[in-house]
């Protein structure tokens, strides 16, 4: 069983950027897909980005698109989500979640999540 523990949020000014990790531990992290959601005050859990286990595709939500950038280091068991151009709308608990396509993308466990505040 993978057990996820993540890091990196805070608190950020608009136009400023945070690089968040989610650390697995077990088995199988190699062979999930690497996904992060985020959920707002508010709002339902949404798919931020997701990232195929060789990470040579990756897809991402058109709110993000090209200010985030999801990656992972296999070696390490962990994935990362560089975030960029910050808005306040970006505000949110972000839970790292990796999973399976069956057939779209599907969570098989998820952290305990880390809180980004962007202030304007």
């Known amino acids: 069983q993978v057990q996820l523990v993540e890091s990196g949020g805070g608190l950020v000014q608009a136009g400023g950027s945070l690089r968040l990790s989610c650390a697995a531990s077990?088995?199988?992290?190699?062979?999930?897909?690497a996904g992060w959601f985020r959920q707002a005050p508010g709002k339902e859990r949404e798919l931020v980005t997701f990232?195929?286990?060789?990470?040579?595709?990756?897809d991402y939500a058109d709110s993000v698109k090209g200010r985030f950038t999801i990656s992972r280091d296999n070696a390490k068991n962990t994935a990362y989500l560089e975030m960029n151009s910050l808005k306040p709308e970006d505000t949110a608990v972000y839970y790292c979640?990796?999973?399976?396509?069956?057939?779209?993308?599907?969570?098989?466990?998820w952290g305990q999540g880390t809180q980004v505040t962007v202030s304007s």
């Open positions: 077990g088995d199988g992290f190699s062979t999930l897909i």
């Open positions: 979640a990796p999973g399976t396509f069956s057939p779209t993308f599907r969570p098989q466990v």
């Open positions: 990232l195929t286990r060789s990470g040579d595709t990756a």
